[in-house]
T-cell receptor, first 117, second 109 residues
């Protein structure tokens, strides 16, 4: 399909394990965003890439969270030593142009639901 | 960041118009008003956005007050598939979308 693809759709991990979440953005999209969504709340910004450059990581909750986009397309969000409070849906979005004043809409994947036991 | 205020939930009958309000009294001159919706177990979906003038697209209409302190998303003929959480978001030249809790729209058959 032509949309944003995220995998896995569901992930269950034990507390203390490391997890990696993958995002395949829409082909050619320059901007890529990661969000965290807790149950019943709106998404919260985690980090932003423009091509391979991570321009903003101010929303990452701790140094256990790490994101990369080495070739400017696929991105991976990694969480080390997972904690129960990391349980959430992790959403990836991409947009066509740089995320400045163009106000291009963001296209979202269906997310990865992460459950930490 | 400028904030938005939306009702927690609204109900509407199928095949009737729906007006979803949003207050944004602290909006600045460069803030765009964006609307997204999120169906159950799916990622958010872009609906519409505008700056000053009313906007129409195939999904909805956006009516913006003259002072820009409020706006209304209009679904002209609601269907059961429109049941979702609707988010009103202000976005300036920054790339971030700052989300509130949204309005849960319930469509009654």
């Amino acid at each position: 399909g032509a949309g944003v693809s995220q995998s896995p759709r569901y992930k269950v991990a034990k507390r203390g394990q490391d997890v990696a979440l993958r995002c395949d953005p829409i082909s050619g999209h320059v901007s890529l965003f990661w969000y965290q969504q807790a149950l019943g709340q709106g998404p919260e910004f985690l980090t932003y890439f423009q091509n391979e450059a991570q321009l903003d990581k101010s929303g990452l909750p701790s140094d256990r969270f790490f994101a990369e986009r080495p070739e400017g397309s696929v991105s991976t969000l990694k969480i080390q030593r997972t904690q129960q409070e990391d349980s959430a849906v992790y959403l990836c979005a991409s947009s066509a142009l740089t995320g400045g004043v163009d106000n291009q809409p963001q296209h979202f994947g269906d997310g990865t639901r992460l459950s930490i036991l | 960041d400028a904030k938005t205020t939306q009702p927690n939930s609204m109900e509407s009958n199928e095949e009737e118009p729906v007006h979803l309000p949003c207050n944004h009294s602290t909006i600045s001159g460069t803030d765009y008003i964006h609307w997204y919706r999120q169906l159950p177990s799916q990622g958010p979906e872009y609906v519409i956005h505008g700056l000053t003038s009313n906007v129409n697209n195939r999904m909805a209409s956006l009516a913006i007050a003259e002072d820009r302190k409020s706006s209304t998303l209009i679904l002209h003929r609601a269907t059961l598939r429109d049941a979702a959480v609707y988010y009103c978001i202000l976005r300036d030249s920054n790339y971030q979308l700052i989300w509130g809790a949204g309005t849960k729209l319930i469509i009654k058959p």
